[in-house]
């Protein structure tokens, strides 16, 4: 199975190609805005021409579907049903908190990936990675201490919210908490491939309109348009 997968949800954005398991291809930059949009096609067609590959031949087209930024989660789900549609082929959006967990295969404690969402608040998860990422709850989105304050067992951080909120997390947990190094809070369009592909044979996959953005909080735009209504 050839699987491509897009990470355009959080901060640095990564393509990757996959067959079966083994990473054929990948790329990461750090393009935010306009920037993005203007690297990812382009970068995407010369991925598939490193591996001499169409995207016709691609099994299983795959995305960080969200939470994490509202434009780049909006971009990866679009291109990717555009492209699921083009070619008749099934599609997975991706956890980004799951694909942040990633980074952490075989961790002896549960793991929680933290990102950054702004307004005092972080989106947070809790995974069991051995190796792949099982959820041990809900994917949220909170106010920091309101999250932490859920959990009672030694924790393994990892991702900028981890790094933003350290003092916080040590001063409520104390040596309950640990911390991935700061060159594990950049996820990888790579591991996404490869979580894809395991959820493909579980059968998570769907059809290009049933892939939706996951974005766990409303956007400015509604809130403005509830405040009115």
């Known amino acids: 199975m050839l699987t491509l997968c897009l990470d355009t949800a959080t901060g640095p954005s990564s393509i990757a190609i996959s067959r079966d ?5 990948a790329s990461v930059v750090t393009a935010p805005g306009k920037r993005q949009n203007a690297w990812l096609l382009p970068e995407l067609e010369r991925l598939l021409g490193t591996c001499e590959l169409d995207s016709a031949q691609i099994d299983l087209f795959a995305c960080a579907s969200g939470p994490g930024s509202f434009t780049g989660v909006r971009t990866g789900v679009a291109t990717i049903q555009g492209l699921a549609l083009a070619h008749a082929k099934p599609c997975i959006g991706i956890s980004s908190l799951a694909l942040l967990a990633m980074q952490l295969p075989y961790a002896a404690h549960p793991v929680c990936p933290l990102l950054d969402a702004r307004k005092n608040e972080v989106y947070a998860g809790l995974y069991h ?15 920091p201490a309101a999250f932490l304050q859920q959990l009672s067992s030694t924790t393994i ?18 040596e309950r908490a640990l911390f ?16 894809a592909e395991a959820a493909f044979r579980h059968g998570a996959a769907s059809t290009p309109e049933h892939l939706l953005p996951t974005y766990l909080r409303l956007s400015e735009a509604e809130l403005s348009r509830q405040k009115k209504i």
């Open 129 to 143: 990675c051995h190796p792949l990422p099982k959820p041990l709850r809900d994917d949220c989105a909170l106010p």
């Open 157 to 174: 951080f990892v991702g900028d919210g981890a790094i933003r909120y350290r003092q916080l997390i040590e001063e409520l947990l104390g």
């Open 21 to 25: 398991g083994q990473v054929l291809a």
């Open 180 to 195: 991935a190094p700061p060159s594990h809070t950049i996820p990888s369009a790579a591991h996404g491939a490869l979580l």
